[in-house]
């Protein structure tokens, strides 16, 4: 693998209205995610269709993994792209599970690490380390992941990951129109089981998470192969305002139909729009930026949720001070995530994928 190979997979263009969604989409599952203490009936919540964000991420995943590799993994080899792969994800896979133990053991507000023995705890934590699925700690939900929630989905996105670097980028188009449209068939079975497409993140819904993942991964990455990009003047605004919508629509009888639709055929539109949208030079940097913060964001802000429900379930605050807690709270996880990513997150990715490049440089002179 050359130099110029590595450095090239860290500076190929990014489409940045893309990014800018992706980082709304990040904030929408926070916020979901403060909501649904509140409202434990989904359909009294505003934001009661947040979680779809996860299925926007995946489809947003296919298509830059497609535009990222199709025309390069073949030279760079599966081993290098499982590389840069876990340079990308893996730090904050970490961060995130280290804030999660100290918040399940220091919660000031709440939860019972002395019911659980030492024991159980390290297995979860290295579990939680590791991206295995282990589901047993009652105080966390029973998460497939009990120190940090939001993880479930980088575990099929590795799946996911996996099965494109073995099958995916050597299909014919042809070959991935006819799976995606059994992941959609898929999918829609789920939904139509349990009336949503909230699951994947528990044990008993592992499975759903399978489909999720199957179906917008697959979309995203057709839609890059097959070139449905639409130039467009919506611009990022225009974008975001329409992304939102799909999050605040009402939580209903109707889930098994609202949200396939959604999932099969919105959130698709929105990336074809996405990449083919002009966007403004006045907020780029936003764009940029909200990129940027999106992945640290998601990964590093369930430990807080832990301590805000129970601290929810035993103080009972009002609406004024309820909402006070909640803003204060997104102000403040979006200053950790930006510190993580600055201190942490990016100063470690650089060295790890330096190391590749002086590996790159010193295979090439053997």
């Known amino acids: 693998m050359s130099t110029s190979t590595v450095t090239n997979l860290q500076t190929?263009?990014?489409?940045?209205?893309?990014d800018g969604l992706r980082g709304l989409a990040a904030l929408a599952v926070v916020v979901f995610h403060f909501m649904e203490w509140v409202y434990t009936d989904p359909s009294k919540n505003f934001i009661g269709h947040?979680?779809?964000?996860?299925?926007?991420?995946?489809?947003?995943?296919?298509?830059?993994?497609?535009?990222?590799?199709?025309?390069?993994?073949?030279?760079?080899?599966i081993l290098e792209f499982f590389k840069s792969r876990i340079i990308r994800l893996h730090p904050l896979v970490i961060a995130g599970s280290v804030l999660g133990l100290l918040a399940f053991l220091f919660d000031p507000f709440g939860g019972h690490p002395e019911l659980y023995s030492t024991g159980k705890i390290v297995l979860a934590f290295i579990c939680?380390?590791?991206?295995?699925?282990?589901?047993?700690?009652?105080?966390?939900?029973?998460?497939?992941?009990s120190f940090n929630a939001p993880s479930w989905s980088l575990f099929w996105e590795y799946i996911a990951n996996i099965v494109y670097a073995l099958v995916l980028y050597r299909l014919k188009r042809s070959f991935l129109l006819l799976l995606t449209v059994i992941s959609a068939v898929a999918l829609c079975l789920v939904c139509y089981r349990s009336n949503n497409l909230l699951g994947g993140w528990s044990?008993?819904?592992?499975?759903?998470?399978?489909?999720?993942?199957?179906?917008?991964?697959?979309?995203?990455?057709?839609?890059?192969?097959?070139?449905?990009?639409?130039?467009?003047?919506?611009?990022?605004?225009?974008?975001?305002?329409?992304?939102?919508?799909?999050?605040?629509?009402?939580?209903s009888k109707w889930n098994w139909l609202s949200e396939p639709l959604i999932v099969l055929f919105y959130?698709?539109?929105?990336?074809a729009l996405g990449a083919g949208a002009m966007l403004t030079p006045g907020l780029k940097?936003?764009?940029?930026?909200?990129?940027?913060?999106?992945?640290?964001?998601?990964?590093?802000?369930?430990?807080?949720?832990?301590?805000?429900?129970?601290?929810?379930?035993?103080?009972?605050?009002?609406?004024m001070q309820l909402t006070i807690i909640i803003v204060t709270a997104l102000v403040l996880l979006v200053g950790l995530a930006y510190g993580v990513m600055v201190l942490y997150d990016i100063p470690l990715r650089k060295y790890l994928n330096n190391k590749r490049i002086k590996a790159a440089e010193n295979l090439k002179r053997s």
């Open 12 to 18: 190929k263009k990014h489409f940045e209205i893309l």
């Open 50 to 77: 947040g979680f779809l964000a996860v299925d926007f991420f995946f489809c947003l995943s296919g298509f830059v993994i497609g535009y990222a590799y199709d025309d390069r993994i073949a030279k760079i080899g």
């Open 128 to 145: 939680s380390l590791l991206m295995i699925p282990l589901p047993v700690i009652a105080d966390r939900g029973f998460n497939l992941f």
């Open 203 to 251: 044990g008993p819904t592992f499975w759903d998470g399978s489909a999720r993942i199957s179906y917008s991964f697959l979309a995203g990455l057709l839609i890059y192969r097959s070139n449905w990009i639409i130039k467009n003047k919506v611009g990022f605004s225009g974008l975001a305002i329409l992304l939102f919508l799909a999050f605040i629509s009402p939580f």
């Open 267 to 271: 959130f698709p539109l929105l990336v």
């Open 285 to 319: 940097k936003l764009c940029i930026f909200s990129g940027k913060i999106s992945y640290p964001l998601y990964m590093t802000h369930y430990a807080a949720l832990w301590m805000f429900g129970n601290y929810y379930t035993s103080h009972k605050p009002g609406t």
